[in-house]
């Protein structure tokens, strides 16, 4: 019989060695399933970080494009506009340049005129001739202003 109690605490022992390890691995895998789980929660918040990430990316794409659009029409406008300005100058400069050489030409009779009060009433009225045919001719039949 000394056996056999012997044996009983034996068995026991290993018996309560075996629901121990049992009771180990069962935490062990409670801690690898809660481990799992949380590796794959922490896999989706970061998929859904991404997902965010990229959606405000192509949002930003997006309004950077069309702010580029914007920007490309303004600079096309503001083209255009100085084109525009730069050719009506240039109207502007060919007319200053007609006026001058008109109003140089009346100066030029203005000063002929004053030049002949000197002389006879023949010659006078020769130069006042030339002076109004010169005016007709070359002055008064052009337009001043060409819109």
Known sequence: MASSS???STSTKIQSSGSEEELQVLIDDE???KRKQSNRESARRSRMRKQ???DDLT???S???KDNREILTSINITTQHYLNVEAENSVLRAQMG???QR???LNDIINIINNTTTTGSYERDCYLTSAQNFMNMHCLNQPIFQW
């Open 6 to 8: 012997g044996n009983s």
């Open 31 to 33: 801690r690898r399933n």
């Open 52 to 54: 965010n990430h990229l």
């Open 59 to 61: 949002k930003q794409v």
């Open 63 to 65: 309004q950077l494009t």
């Open 98 to 100: 007609e006026l001058s």
């Open 103 to 105: 109003l140089q030409s």
